[in-house]
């Protein structure tokens, strides 16, 4: 696992959204996460309880789809990456994101 993840290593385009969703961690802890990110290949959340680490499996669970394997692949303070155990449909990588767009700032 690395601190940070290069924009040149992803394999799929990144999308911002908005979305709640539940991590769920193979020691049996659960978390209340931030989706800010989504790629068929993976994903990006902010938590409330960093301290996250790769020797554990996870599953993630986002409104309307069932839960997905992912592997933490790096942290960073209160965020980390995570990739899909198998990549998400093109469409339903679109629909997820159109359903959950990213928050704008009305400054």
């Given at each position: 696992?690395?601190?940070g993840y290069?924009a040149?290593?992803?394999?799929?385009?990144?999308?911002?959204?908005?979305?709640?969703?539940?991590?769920?961690?193979s020691?049996?802890?659960?978390?209340?996460?931030?989706?800010v990110?989504?790629?068929?290949?993976?994903?990006n959340?902010?938590?409330?309880?960093?301290?996250?680490?790769?020797?554990?499996?996870?599953?993630i669970?986002m409104?309307?789809?069932e839960?997905?394997?992912?592997e933490?692949?790096?942290t960073?303070?209160?965020?980390?990456?995570?990739?899909?155990?198998?990549?998400l449909?093109p469409?339903?990588?679109?629909?997820v994101?159109?359903?959950?767009?990213?928050?704008?700032?009305?400054?």
């Open positions: 696992m690395t601190k290069s040149e290593r992803r394999k799929a385009v990144r999308h911002e959204t908005s979305m709640k969703g539940i991590l769920d961690c020691n049996g802890s659960r978390s209340k996460v931030e989706i990110d989504l790629s068929t290949s993976g994903f959340a902010e938590m409330a309880q960093p301290g996250l680490t790769a020797d554990s499996g996870f599953a669970r409104p309307g789809l839960s997905l394997g992912a933490l692949c790096w960073a303070s209160e965020r980390a990456g995570f990739r899909f155990s198998h990549p449909h469409a339903v990588l679109d629909h994101v159109r359903a959950h767009p990213a928050m704008v700032d009305d400054e």
